[in-house]
């Protein structure tokens, strides 16, 4: 059994250097921090959200992590309850973390994910006095499909909250060797990402796409209904966190909340408690990328449903299935 913890430097001998006259090292509680931010592609400390991994087989794994009170871009319009879509960061996380911690993933790899899907619990997801603890169980296969060079992973995990389930998923993905990588984007590592103009674009307004600050905005309106197009502020802090050379899936589930928020129109915002998403190509910075919704049937539980797309270049670069129920303020 392994356990990602912190590490101490190689060169330090004394394990009672630093300590309080009289403490011995091991008697003391055993603190907790971050897992390093690399490995889960972060560059801020401050948004990573796992704090361990243990091995339990060869298969499964264990992960603790906390999700703050408060956070700038995950959050709720009513500041009750965490935003689903922190859920589906923290799957990402993950199996980041497990790849280089488990897997012997080096870092400087790139990652490719196929789809991503979660479900939530809404009634463990509220906002309590303490920032939210939780515990993931997190299991990864090989799902069969493979070629020369990458295999596709996959992972299932079930993340609790003081002993009940708050969310379960899954996502597929493969991991990419430097050489690989540069030969899969071709052309597309000499496009420079498009850099924020001075006047930037039309955006929704952000009551429109369920939002509170302009910056959050990702959608910009069209003259076709229920049709809007990709303008993420490429300068956000979180949802452009680490240098990249195309949109990133996050943003791209963003822009899946926010059209889904404005297809409904003043009817409300949908909060995304089950979401699943499949990504085929990579979003490109330079160019437009079109996202479309569609209201879905309607459900026998009452929750609200679209299927919502991306195109760019006329090929199907995503689609995101969601559904949830609608808050009105």
Same mark, same amino acid.
């Given at each position: 059994? =392994? ?15 630093? $300590?309080?006259?009289?403490?011995? &090292? ?9 897992? +390093?931010?690399? *490995? ?26 906390? %999700? ?12 009750? %309850? ?14 980041? $973390?497990?790849?280089?911690? #488990? ?21 463990? &997801? ?5 920032? =939210? ?34 969310? /379960?998923?899954?996502?597929?993905? /493969? ?20 850099? #924020? ?10 009551? !429109? ?54 297809? &409904?129109? +003043?009817?409300?915002? @949908? ?20 996202? !479309?919704?569609?209201? @879905? +049937? !309607? ?20 689609? =995101? ?7 009105? *303020?």
């Amino acid at each position: 059994m =392994s356990v990602l913890t912190v590490h101490e430097p190689e060169h330090h001998t004394d394990r009672s250097e630093g $300590c309080l006259p009289g403490t011995q &090292l091991d008697a003391l509680p055993r603190l907790t921090t971050t897992v +390093p931010r690399e *490995y889960v592609h972060r560059a801020s400390i401050a948004e990573v959200f796992l704090t361990s991994c243990t091995r339990i087989d060869e298969t499964r794994f264990t992960l603790t992590g906390q %999700w703050p009170r408060a956070h700038t871009y995950f959050n709720s319009p009513n500041g009750r %309850w965490h935003d689903p879509l922190q859920v589906g960061e923290t799957i990402r996380q993950a199996g980041l $973390c497990l790849a280089h911690a #488990e897997l012997g993933v080096l870092l400087g790899q790139h990652f490719v994910m196929w789809d991503l899907s979660w479900t939530t619990v809404p009634e463990q &997801l509220t906002i309590g006095a303490t920032p =939210s603890d939780f515990i993931v169980d997190a299991t990864i296969t090989t799902d069969g499909r493979r070629n020369a060079v990458t295999v596709r992973r996959r992972l299932e995990v079930t993340i609790r909250r003081d002993g009940r389930t708050a969310a /379960t998923g899954k996502a597929s993905f /493969t991991c990419l060797t430097p050489e690989t990588y540069r030969r899969l984007r071709g052309d597309a590592l000499s496009v420079p990402p498009r850099p #924020e103009p001075e006047e930037p674009p039309l955006r929704m307004d952000p009551s !429109e796409v369920g939002r509170t600050h302009p910056v959050d905005v990702v959608l910009a309106p069209t003259d076709r209904p229920l049709s809007w197009l990709l303008a993420p502020d490429t300068r956000h802090p979180v949802m452009f966190d680490h240098g990249g050379d195309h949109i990133p899936g996050m943003v791209l589930l963003e822009a899946v909340r926010q059209a889904s928020c404005a297809a &409904l129109g +003043p009817a409300g915002t @949908l909060i995304p408690v089950q979401a699943s998403t499949e990504f085929h190509r990579y979003v490109e910075f330079a160019d437009p990328c079109r996202i !479309e919704a569609t209201p @879905l +049937p !309607e459900r026998e539980d009452g929750l609200t449903g679209f299927l919502v797309t991306g195109r760019q270049d006329g090929k199907t670069v995503f689609t =995101s299935s969601v559904c949830g129920p609608v808050a009105r *303020y």
